[in-house]
Structures are given as structure tokens and as C-alpha cells.
């Protein structure tokens, strides 16, 4: 295994947090999108959760792209996502039909996972032994974008209309072509593993990759219904459609402000430790949230969203830490792996929304957490160990 990296080079480091979100702005659409869809293509709300279901289904290639991204170029998956996402993403809103509609998300996943695979990878690189911060700044950069999305496209359709969504694919483009002309390549001091090798390492640490790899699977279940139900959750408080894109704006920005504790904090804390204390106050929060007070209700996705998504970076640093080997399969794994949970979990929201209620399916969704502690305690943190380097 070679040398570490020790270095911690801010500027590769912001510049990728940035592209990732700009790159997350657009799969962002979709939830302040669907009362629309609903209405333009008369599909009710266990269709209008299927959408999401398209949405993550070509996350399952991540796991191949970073494999592939591996042994060949990160940059490249990394630089062209951006524009990808943002023009198959931007044309929903032109889309005549639900089936147009979920091939579109169909490739937006597909160029979301050529981002999401290789790009960790290289943050963990270029982060040396502060992998928790660099996995805080690049998810946080995620986060951002996730609550600016829904703004920039309910913004697009309120002055240009549904149908000229796709003038919100400008930012995405230019992006990439920044992406092309800033990141060099990350040279590659340790030679590429070998496909037997990828299963001999996967096979040695099964147990707590497993472990691991449960815990971000149920936690999943909360994280998909929050990204996609929030703002129809939140009419359902009498909040318009403008305010219920706000509070999903507001939850998400408070998730980036969480993202960029969490994984500072996982640093010195621990991971594991770090993992249980989000969780345990993940439910007094989100249930304060689900049944206060109506005037409280922005205040209260402020504490939420700190706390529900704090963490995301650790669970993502520590499965690059069992794998520092195989780092972009690594990062795919766990983005495939949340995807399929939280379109899964989409699905199983509306249809429980279809029977009893969104408020009372929403109000359900707090005891979630209380699955992810048991799978917590399991764990163990993993070896601090020289990181392979991607190119």
C-alpha cells in the first residue's frame, strides 16, 4: 500500500463541493415538480413516487463506474456529470407524458452516478488524513445544491412556465465546462486493483462492510420520504406551494450546515460514536417537527434538518476507510445502495400516503431512527489506513 497522503488541498477540495452542488441542484427538482407532474399528467401519489423510483434506478451501475473510474480516469466521470444532469434533468417540465418523464430520470441517474462514484474518491485523496472534512465540505456542497434547487425551478415555472424548464440546465453546463478546464488529473502512485483482488478485499471485510452497508439502507428510508414528500407534506399544513418549496429549501440547508458538522466532528469523535449521537436525537427532533405548532414549523426543519443529515458524511468517510483500496467502488456502493433505499422508500411512502393520510405517514417516518441504532451499536470504527489514489 503506498505512503499517505497528508496534505489537505482546499482548493481541489471546494472546487469538487462546489460541482457536487451545482450537479445535485437538478435531481432537487423533482419534489417541488410533482405537484405539477401530478397535475399536467393526471397520475396519482403512488405514480408520482414511482418517479423517484426512476430517478435512483441507474444507481445501480455506481458501483461499476467506480470500479471503472478505478482503473481509468475519475476525471473525466467527474467534469462531463454536471452538464449531463442538468440538460436531462431541465427537460421534465417539456416532457408530454409519465413514461418520457421517467426515461429522462432515468438518465439523470445514470449521469448522477458518474458524479457520485468517482468524485469521494478523489476528495478523499486530496483530503489526506481529514477524510471527515473533505466527505463534510463534499457532502455539504451536495446539500446546498439540494436546497437550491427547488428554488431556482419553482422560480423558472413561475416566470416562464413548466414548459421552458429547461433554461435551468444553464448553470449545470457551464459548470462542466469549468470542471474541464480546472481539474487536472490526480496522479496515481499505487498500481489499479485487479478484479480478484476487488473481491478478495470486499470478502475480508464482509462483515463490517454489511454492517455498514444495513445501517445506510434504514437510515435511507427517512432521507427518501423527507427529499421527496417535504413539500407535499408541508401543503398539507397549509403552506402554499412557494412556502412548502421554502421549508424543503430550509430543511435542506440546514442538512448542509449538519453535513459540514458531522463528518468534522466524526474526526475526533469517531465514527461509530458519531453515527449513534445523530441518530438518537434524530427522534426527539424530527417528531418535535412532525407535530409543533404550525408558526413553529420553519424553526423546527432548521433542527431537523441539522441533525437528520449530520450523518451522511460520516457513513460515507467510513466506508472509504474500510476501503481505502477501492475507493470510487467504494463511494458507488453506497450511493447505489441509498438511491435504490430511498426510491424504495418513495414508493412505500405514497402508497401508505394513498391509505392513511400524508400527515399521518409523515408523522410515522420518525421512528425510522430507532431501527439504525441497533445496526450502530454492531459497528466498529475502521482502521486508519493509507488511502489509494484515483486518477
Not at 412557494?242 to 469523535?269: H, N
Amino acid at each position: 500500500m503506498s505512503a499517505p497522503h497528508r496534505a489537505f488541498e482546499t482548493a481541489r477540495v471546494v472546487l469538487l463541493s462546489i460541482g457536487h452542488g451545482i450537479h445535485d441542484m437538478y435531481p432537487a427538482f423533482l419534489a417541488p415538480l410533482l405537484p405539477l407532474l401530478r397535475t399536467k399528467l393526471g397520475i396519482s401519489n403512488t405514480l408520482a413516487g414511482s418517479l423517484a423510483a426512476f430517478l435512483r434506478s441507474s444507481s445501480l451501475a455506481q458501483p461499476f463506474i467506480g470500479y471503472l473510474a478505478d482503473r481509468t480516469s475519475a476525471r473525466v466521470f467527474v467534469t462531463l456529470a454536471p452538464g449531463g444532469t442538468a440538460l436531462f434533468m431541465s427537460l421534465v417540465g417539456v416532457a408530454p407524458s409519465y413514461g418520457t418523464v421517467a426515461l429522462l430520470l432515468v438518465l439523470v441517474g445514470l449521469s448522477h452516478a458518474s458524479y457520485h462514484a468517482p468524485a469521494p474518491a478523489i476528495i478523499a485523496h486530496v483530503s489526506g488524513e481529514r477524510v471527515g472534512a473533505g466527505m463534510s465540505f463534499f457532502m455539504t456542497g451536495g446539500e446546498l445544491g439540494r436546497a437550491l434547487g427547488p428554488v431556482l425551478i419553482v422560480f423558472i415555472v413561475e416566470w416562464f412556465g413548466l414548459e421552458r424548464s429547461y433554461l435551468a440546465a444553464i448553470p449545470g453546463l457551464m459548470y462542466s465546462v469549468l470542471l474541464c478546464r480546472l481539474v487536472g488529473p490526480v496522479q496515481r502512485d499505487a498500481t489499479p486493483v485487479q478484479h480478484a483482488d476487488a473481491w478478495a478485499i470486499l470478502r475480508e471485510r464482509s462483515v463490517p462492510l454489511l454492517l455498514l452497508l444495513s445501517f445506510v439502507w434504514t437510515r435511507a428510508l427517512l432521507i427518501g420520504s423527507l427529499g421527496v414528500f417535504t413539500p407535499t407534506y408541508l401543503t398539507t399544513r397549509d403552506l402554499s406551494l412557494a412556502q412548502a418549496a421554502m421549508g424543503y429549501a430550509v430543511l435542506e440547508l440546514a442538512g448542509a450546515a449538519g453535513a459540514m458538522a458531522g463528518g468534522t466532528i466524526s474526526d475526533r469523535l469517531g465514527r461509530r460514536r458519531t453515527l449513534l449521537l445523530g441518530q438518537g436525537l434524530a427522534i426527539p427532533c424530527f417528531f418535535a417537527m412532525a407535530f409543533g405548532p404550525r408558526p413553529l414549523i420553519f424553526p423546527l426543519l432548521v433542527v431537523t434538518g441539522l441533525v437528520v443529515f449530520s450523518t451522511t458524511p460520516v457513513a460515507l468517510a467510513t466506508l472509504q476507510e474500510w476501503l481505502p483500496e477501492l475507493r470510487s467502488l467504494a463511494s458507488g456502493l453506497y450511493f447505489s445502495l441509498n438511491y435504490v433505499a430511498t426510491g424504495m422508500a418513495a414508493i412505500l411512502f405514497g402508497i401508505a400516503a394513498d391509505r392513511i393520510g400524508v400527515q399521518t405517514a409523515f408523522n410515522l417516518l420518525g421512528l425510522v431512527p430507532l431501527a439504525t441504532i441497533p445496526i450502530a451499536l454492531l459497528m466498529r470504527d475502521p482502521p486508519r489506513s493509507a488511502p489509494a489514489h484515483p486518477h
